[in-house]
Every structure is written in C-alpha cells, then in structure tokens.
C-alpha cells in the first residue's frame, strides 16, 4: 500500500515567458501575437520559433516552426529574434535570465516557511507544507471557513478545482469552486490544505504580476509531479488545485506523455512496450511486469500511475557554476591552433562578462576555473585549474597554458585531434567580491571578506585524473554538482552542468530550459553515446539485447546497453597512431 501523501506542493509557471519579457521591452506587443525565434548563426538566418504569446497560438502557430510558416498561419505576426552573443557566436539569453532572477527574488522572499526549488528559468516547485500548517493553526480552522465562505470569490480570482469535470464544456468554475468550499473543504482538513496553499498562491501570483507585469500559472497539489500537471490544466494566467482524492479522475484521462519525465523517448517505449496511450492504462499494470520491461524504473511508473511521487522539493537558489561553452560540430571541429586560441579569447571574455554579472547579483567570487573539452571521438576531459583573476586576459593564459600541452599534432599550425566541444567553467565560490585590480590569491590571503565562506562545491566528483593531472571521464561516471540540471528520478549519472555534452548540448543552454526538454535532451544524449560507443568498440550483442539481463540494465540505471568504453590513459590516447 502506498502511503497517504502529507505534503503540499505548488508549481508556478510563467505564461510564454520570453515572449513576456519582448512585450514587457515593447509595451505595444501586449495582446498581440508574438513569436520569439532563434537567431541560427550570426549574418542574420533565423532559427525556430522558441516561445510563443497565447495570441499567437490561437492562430495555430506552434513551437519549432520557422518564420515563413509561422507567417503563414498568422499575418500579422511579430517576430522578436533573440540577439547574439557579444564574444561567443551563440544567442545570448541573458534578458529572459535577468527577468527570471527578477520573478525568483520575489518568490525566494515571500515568505521563509516555502522551500523554494528553481525548476527551470520560469519554474519553480514550492513546498507550502509549514506555511500552510502554521496559517491554519493562527487563523484556527473555523475562521478560515468562514473568511472562505463570504469572500471566496475575491480571494480566489483565478483558481479552478482538478477533479476531472473541470475540462467538461458544461464546467462552470465558479460553481464548482463554491460546492467544493463549502462540501469537502469544510469536512476534510486535507482539502482545506490544498484550499490555503491556492490562497497563497493567488498571492504569490499577483506579487509577481505586481512587480514586473509578468503572468503566470500555478498548480497545487500534493507532489510534485501532480503540482506540475495541473498547473498546465487551465493555463495561462490560471492556477489549479488538486486535492490527492482526485488524482485517479485526472490521471485517467491524461496522455503518459503529458506527464513529468516522461514527455520523451522513455515515455514513448512505455506506451510502445504495453500499447497504451493514458497513464490510467500504465495504473491498470502491474509491478511485476513493469519490472520485466523497465526493472529501474518500474517502481517509479508504478507510484506516479497512481498520483504518487515522494521527490523531495530541493532549495536551489544560486547556480553551483557559470558556465560558457562552445559547440563545433562536425566539420567545424577546431584543428587549427589559431582557432583554438580565438575561441578560447571569447569564451574568457564571456565567461568574465557572466562573473562579473553573477559577482554583483550574488555577492560571490569564484576561485576555480574548469576548463573541459571534448574530441571529436567523443571523449570528454576537464582540469580544474585556480582563478587568478576575473580578468579575460589572464583566464585566456590559464586555460590556454593548460590546454596547449595535449596538441598531438607536431606542426606548429594544427591541432590533433580535432576539439568538438570548449567548455570554460568556474565554481568553488566563496562569499565577498573581489575588487578589479587585487589578484584572487592576495585578497583570500588577507583573509578579504573570506568569512562567509559558502560551502565549497565539488568541480567534477567521479572521475579518473591522469598522470598530468586531467580528469577523464565517460558519461556514466559525471555526477550532480548541485547545479539546476535536473536528472529523471532514476537516473543518478546524467546532468551535470559543468561538464560539456558529448552530442554538444551547451550545459549553460541546457540549464536554462524547462526541466522536461532538459531531462528529453540528456535522455537523447545518452541513447546516442551508446550508439557510439557500441559502433566504436563492440557490435550489440542482439540476443542479450532482446533478452535484457536484468543485472546489467540496473547497474546501468537505464535501460540502454551501454557498453563500458576502454579505459584509455590520455597519454596515449592523444599519441600518433
Ligand atoms: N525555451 C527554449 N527552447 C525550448 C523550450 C523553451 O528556449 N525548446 C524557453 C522559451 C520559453 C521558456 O524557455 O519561453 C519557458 O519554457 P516553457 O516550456 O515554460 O514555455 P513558455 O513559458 O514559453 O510557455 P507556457 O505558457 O506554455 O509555459
Ligand atoms: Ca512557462
Ligand atoms: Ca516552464
């Protein structure tokens, strides 16, 4: 038997938020139809359509489509390309990041008895549990009622009640909220709970609009997988409660992929191994033969299926790193040292840029300066190296002085072999700002303002160091580093933002995207580095595939045959064949 859930949890969700943002700049956008676009390389291409105003997509444009489609659909359109970076050939998203960090300083502080969880850069899972226990205690049940009764209707504005009819074309929300104040509310204390996190989140809400014109969506729930589901219910400018009750009439009708995690590939070979489409069909299964398909997920399916889900809501306020990375995919892989140290001179530019920026928000200097790579064979190195400086130039000598030494090619032009991927990346903060012109090491040594020393986090934390002092890790050795990279519930190895990603995901990129694509791209990923490292080092052995061997897949943690690729030394994996 599961165990009846205790907590209450909230979701907020910003309404198309990049699209807000460009209304917000210019004011005339608002009620318009929006579309914001990837700039796809610097002269001037456009990418896919990356967020979209509600406007917009009445008019059937969708997420992915490019600008002459988009047009198509909808004449008259407004465009708002994403600019490019300043010294990294990339967009530059830092306005959708500085009006996310203006929204999280109004949740972070909105009251201390809400753990806090940013999601993504518009999400955040809130744990309202105290809150809501110690609101009741003060105000007493009965008066709470009371207030309820008479003025629910200011105090609810925009709230609506999961309990299944509420996506009928007779539901009327407002009478569907009355009946449910004044019936379960009244006798139940685990729907009056759910009842006053739904005021808090009204509240919440029209701070958040209050103070930078910014709508968003709510949900509240018991978990938060729930609290996730039903914010997206009646959105935008909604929010939706859920009493636990009521999970089985949502969960009946709700398509596997529209839930938490499983909205990608994993999701897809659920409904593919058992020929289901609703997650009240994944509920009909059971345990054991979700344990023949997915042994190391088969717990976890069978929980959610039923509105269950005990992940912890996680404090994370301040990212672990920053982080700025460069892809060069295929033929662009750098093999000119030329290249290397132009491209090394942006990333130190960029990176100092975001330093500075992240120093004055954030009160923090770093002291490490991670600088990984990847080859175009798909291997991934780092060396954790110490900042001197916040000063490109001198990060530039760091970074290059420590690179420069694994050029396996003997001319004096070229590089072997070819770099995918450049990754500059710097953690260890302590508290305090270092001044412009005092080296790192002289101000810690005078003790600075050393004395708020935040806990120091750990770079890369599995991984084999060489006899040059490189780190050499695969993808099944990365671990979390308390970073916003949000890994699948079973799933320890993936994620960590520090490091570059072998198919070339920008960790920087990735960590700023909904937690759902995120968990969908390093999902890919994985699928892919298995493809290459079975191509590259041994066929698939079909018949053990097709059978499983229940061991291998759980050790794995997923249930892809990765195979273990050769512990090479990089010595002589950089020597001449
Ligand atoms: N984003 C992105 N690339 C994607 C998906 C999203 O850059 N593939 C960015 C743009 C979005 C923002 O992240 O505005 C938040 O993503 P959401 O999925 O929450 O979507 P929106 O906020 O745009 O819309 P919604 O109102 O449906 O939440
Ligand atoms: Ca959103
Ligand atoms: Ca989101």
């Known amino acids: ?77 407004n465009i708002c390309v994403v600019p490019f970076g300043e010294h990294a050939d990339k967009p530059d998203i830092n306005k959708y990041r500085l009006a996310s960090a203006e929204v999280f300083e109004i949740i972070n502080t909105f009251d201390e008895r809400i753990v806090v969880e940013k999601a993504s850069v518009d999400e955040a899972f809130l744990d309202l549990t105290q809150l809501v226990e110690e609101m009741i205690a003060t105000e007493g049940r009965d008066e709470a009622l009371r207030r309820y009764a008479s003025e629910w209707k200011t105090i609810f504005p925009t709230s609506h009640l999961a309990e299944g009819a509420d996506k009928n074309d007779s539901y009327n929300r407002e009478e569907s909220f009355e009946r449910w ?40 729930a018991t978990n938060k997988m729930m609290a996730k589901l039903v914010c997206g219910r009646h959105k935008p400018r909604q929010q939706t409660l859920m009493p636990h009750e009521y999970a089985s009439n949502i969960l009946d009708k709700t398509s596997i992929q529209d839930v938490r995690f499983l909205g990608g590939k994993f999701g897809q070979s659920v409904c593919n191994r058992f020929g289901i489409e609703t997650m009240g069909q994944l509920a009909a299964i059971n345990l054991s ?27 994370r306020n301040l990212l672990g790193s920053v982080t700025v990375s460069k892809q060069f995919p295929g033929k662009r892989a750098l093999a000119k040292i030329d290249d290397i140290q132009f491209w090394i001179t942006g990333l130190s530019k960029e990176l100092c840029k975001r330093l500075h920026e992240d120093q004055n928000a954030n009160k923090r200097t770093a002291t490490s300066l991670i600088l990984s790579f990847c080859t175009t064979n798909w291997k991934q190195y780092s060396k954790t190296l110490s900042m001197v400086s916040y000063n490109p130039d001198d990060i530039y000598e760091i970074a290059w002085g420590a690179l420069k030494l694994l050029n396996k090619a003997t001319d004096k032009k ?108 390093l999902h890919e990923q994985r699928l892919n580095e298995a493809k290459v490292l079975q191509v590259k080092h041994k066929p698939i052995d079909a ?35």
């Open 1 to 77: 038997m599961l165990k009846p859930p205790t907590r209450i949890i909230g979701l907020i969700d910003m309404d198309c938020f990049y699209a807000q943002v460009e209304q917000r700049e210019k004011p005339e956008l608002w009620g318009k139809p929006v579309a914001v676009v990837q700039p796809s390389g610097p002269r001037g291409a456009l990418g896919g359509v990356i967020a979209l105003s509600y406007e917009a997509r009445r008019a059937g444009v969708k997420r992915g489509m490019m600008v002459p489609q988009v047009k198509a659909c909808c004449s008259e359109v």
């Open 181 to 220: 104040i004044t019936g379960h509310c009244a006798t139940d204390f685990r729907h009056l709970s759910i009842l006053v996190a739904g005021e808090v989140i009204e509240q919440l809400r029209a701070a958040i609009l209050s103070k930078t014109q910014f709508y968003c969506s709510g949900g509240v």
């Open 289 to 315: 033969k979700l344990e023949e398909s997915f042994p190391a997920q088969a717990r976890w399916l069978y929980e959610v299926a039923r509105g269950h889900d005990e992940e912890v809501v996680k404090t």
């Open 414 to 521: 070229n590089w072997e072999p070819p770099l995918g991927v450049l990754t500059l990346s710097s953690s260890r903060f302590v508290g305090g700002v270092l001044s412009g012109t005092r080296t790192l090491k002289n101000w810690m040594k005078e003790g600075g303002e050393t004395s708020n020393i935040e806990k120091k986090l750990p770079a890369i934390v599995s991984s084999r160091v060489d006899d040059q002092g490189w780190e050499v890790f695969n993808p099944d050795d990365l671990e979390d580093v308390n970073t916003e990279a949000v890994n699948a519930p079973w799933e320890t190895g993936l994620g960590s933002s520090v490091l570059p990603n072998a198919l070339g995901y920008d960790p920087a990129f990735l960590n700023e995207l909904p937690e759902d694509i995120r968990a969908e791209l």
């Open 543 to 577: 018949k053990v595939e097709a059978k499983g061997n229940p061991k291998q897949r759980q050790k794995k943690k997923a249930d892809l045959p990765v195979d273990e690729p050769p512990k090479k030394k990089i010595k002589d994996f950089f020597k001449k064949d």
